[in-house]
């Protein structure tokens, strides 16, 4: 207990299970929201950038498609191919003249005054070539075309779009960069392709389609070659360029859209159109994409760890409130003893603690209980002195009275004095009744037979004025007692009964009950006064036996002894009433149950 009760011990060790507890609450919750909202951020981000590549991918669709369906319709005019094979389109002379004026009229026809390519150029394999659009021309290429890799390439689709990358337009003044749609086509159906149609989008024109959109993120478009085809620069040797080919090396195998983390810690969201082929890549460092829940990682990280300390705070108050009574409770025990034993500090303990004042509250009924056994322990020890004392004070030699009694016998009997001699016998008998000292209880046969002893010297006496009848049942003599019960008030009796006229009778009965055993001793004298019963009930009532006893003579075993005795062996079980007859005398009843308590 005192190494228990080490000064800050119990306060050190709730601070620190306080502590420790509130630690791993905080830390539970803010890594679990931190680690949810992180998630939630990654997965709301992941979605925003597949949205963009996503609508990326449709504008571009929509743009090639366009593209595409207008080189359908071209193609698809029989008179505008007829035109474009007639040798007479490309001649300086009046028929040329007339036959591209036959031209621009019937593409304006086909295409009307607004379309989304910047320049439509078509190819024969000889070399020859139209151009219109931004500006219009019909000629003869320098060098054959037949050596452009585009012209193979668009030969071998077989009339299928092929989408050329970002380059500056070689058959313009300007030389910007275009992206191309190539498609081959021959004169005739079924004929062999020899010829190309180029329909060429302005490189800038696609820029501002994205920008457009509002986009934040970087967008990159790669065709299946892996060809860039948004941005477009001159150097493709940059870092970023070098990771974003990295990238599409390592989606092209992989599903048509999705998001991926790249080895650059990059999130990368992409889409490749199964119409065009060319796949949109929107890339976000995660340092980029984090930075909010960075933030709010700090910020979580700064309230949590003010809500810890502000809870240490906490703890460390309530553990000093709980330990500062307990405390002081400890105290008080450590300085209980006998001199402090009957000193009552109602003082509340500080701390307000309803557990705690009740466990002082039951010290001191503790304390209090304890000085009353202490008491009781004290005076029963006393009394028991005082009984030894005056047991030797009054103790005579029983041998010289013997011997004195069987002298007085023998000299009565000689004398032929039988009454005598039966007195002799029977206060013999007494004597050796009242100074046996062994401890215990007796049946109540034996009181009885010591009551009949004490009855026939008063029958020797007073002859015929005195009448005693005993009936007690045989089920009751085996019953034990307290030794001295019967014959004192047998005693009593014989005392205040001849208070009135002879004869006098003595009555002693008793009976089994379901819990004991009752004797009762009646007499057919006066009774008692009214004062002398107020007086012995008001003792009965205030008297504790095991607190005080009266100073009671050896002689004189009065009505208050066997009271106190009764109450010693049997406590609140014990039978002791006393009452006045309807007609005459007094009746006094003892009793208790079948084994002391």
Same mark, same amino acid.
Do not use: W
């Given at each position: 207990m005192g190494i228990f009760m080490k000064k800050g011990k119990l306060h050190i060790r709730l601070l620190f299970y306080y502590g420790c507890l509130i630690t791993v609450i905080i830390f539970v919750i *803010? /890594?679990?929201?931190? /680690?949810?909202?992180?998630? +939630?951020?990654?997965?709301?981000?992941?979605?925003?950038?597949?949205?963009?590549?996503? &609508?990326?991918?449709?504008?571009?669709?929509? &743009?090639?498609?366009?593209?595409?369906?207008?080189?359908? %319709? =071209?193609?698809y005019s029989e008179k505008l191919k007829s035109l474009f094979y007639s040798d007479k389109l490309y001649n300086q002379s009046m028929d040329s003249l007339s036959a591209q004026r036959d031209f621009n009229v019937t593409f304006y026809e086909i295409m009307g005054p607004q *379309?989304?390519? +910047?320049?439509?150029?078509? /190819?024969?394999?000889?070399?020859?070539?139209i151009s219109i659009g931004n500006y219009t021309a019909f000629g003869r290429a320098l060098e054959p075309v037949t050596d452009c890799e585009w012209y193979r390439r668009s030969l071998e689709e077989q009339g299928a779009i092929f989408l050329a990358p970002p380059h500056l337009n070689a058959w313009s003044y300007y030389h910007r960069p275009v992206l191309s749609l190539y498609r081959s086509f021959s004169q005739r159906f079924g004929r062999k392709n020899n010829a190309v149609i180029e329909m060429q989008f302005d490189y800038y024109a696609l820029e501002d389609l994205i920008n457009n959109m509002n986009i934040s993120q970087q967008v990159f478009i790669l065709d299946k070659d892996g060809n860039f085809f948004y941005p477009w620069e001159e150097n493709l040797q940059s870092e970023?360029? %070098?990771?974003i080919s990295s990238c599409w090396r390592e989606i092209h195998t992989l599903e048509t859209a999705g998001t991926f983390t790249s080895r650059e810690k990059n999130i990368v969201s992409y889409t490749t159109s199964d119409y065009t082929g060319l796949t949109v890549l929107v890339p976000e460092s995660e340092d980029v994409l984090f930075e909010?829940?960075?933030? *709010?990682?700090?910020?979580? =990280? *700064?309230?949590g760890l003010t809500a810890f300390f502000a809870t240490l705070l906490v703890s460390y108050f309530i553990a000093h409130k709980v330990t500062v009574p307990v405390r002081q409770l400890y105290t008080s025990i450590q300085n209980l003893n006998l001199d402090t034993l009957n000193e009552h500090r109602e003082k509340p303990l500080s701390g307000g603690w309803d557990e705690l004042e009740l466990l002082n509250s039951s010290f001191l009924e503790m304390q209090?209980?304890?000085?009353?056994?202490?008491?009781?322990?004290?005076?029963? %020890?006393?009394?028991?002195?005082?009984?030894?004392? =005056?047991?030797?004070?009054?103790?005579?030699?029983?041998?010289?009275?013997?011997?004195?009694?069987?002298?007085? +016998?023998?000299? +009565?009997?000689?004398?032929?004095?039988?009454?005598i001699t039966n007195a002799c016998n029977s206060l013999s008998s007494m004597l050796r009744y009242i100074s046996d000292d062994e401890p215990g209880l007796i049946t109540i046969q034996e009181e009885i037979m010591h009551t009949q002893d004490f009855l026939n010297l008063i029958k020797i006496r007073y002859r015929e004025n005195i009448h005693y009848d005993i009936h007690i049942p045989r089920e009751l003599l085996q019953v034990t007692i307290p030794k001295m019960v019967v014959e004192p008030l047998a005693e009593n009796c014989v005392k205040y009964a001849m208070n009135g006229p002879a004869p006098w009778c003595v009555t002693i009965s008793g009976?089994?009950?379901? &819990?004991?055993w009752q004797i009762f001793v009646r007499d057919t004298g006066k009774g008692f006064t009214k004062e002398k019963l107020d007086e012995l009930h008001t003792a009965f009532a205030t008297l504790n036996p095991r607190r005080e006893i009266p100073n009671l003579k050896l002689n004189g075993m009065g009505l208050i002894n066997i009271f106190i005795r009764l109450k010693l062996i049997y406590g609140e079980a014990a039978v002791f009433t006393v009452k006045n007859l309807e007609n005459s005398g007094a009746c006094v009843t003892v009793g208790g149950p079948l084994s002391p308590c």
């Open positions: *803010f /890594f679990s929201f931190y /680690f949810y909202v992180a998630r +939630s951020l990654k997965e709301r981000s992941s979605q925003a950038l597949n949205i963009i590549a996503s &609508t990326v991918s449709a504008r571009l669709d929509d &743009t090639v498609k366009q593209l595409s369906e207008d080189s359908t %319709k =071209l193609l *379309f989304p390519a +910047s320049q439509i150029n078509i /190819f024969r394999e000889d070399g020859h070539y970023m360029y %070098k990771q909010p829940i960075r933030s *709010f990682r700090n910020n979580l =990280l *700064f309230i209090d209980r304890l000085e009353q056994s202490l008491a009781e322990a004290i005076s029963s %020890k006393s009394h028991e002195l005082q009984a030894r004392l =005056l047991a030797l004070q009054s103790q005579m030699n029983p041998h010289f009275l013997y011997n004195t009694l069987t002298t007085i +016998s023998i000299m +009565s009997e000689n004398a032929g004095c039988t009454d009976h089994l009950t379901d &819990t004991g």
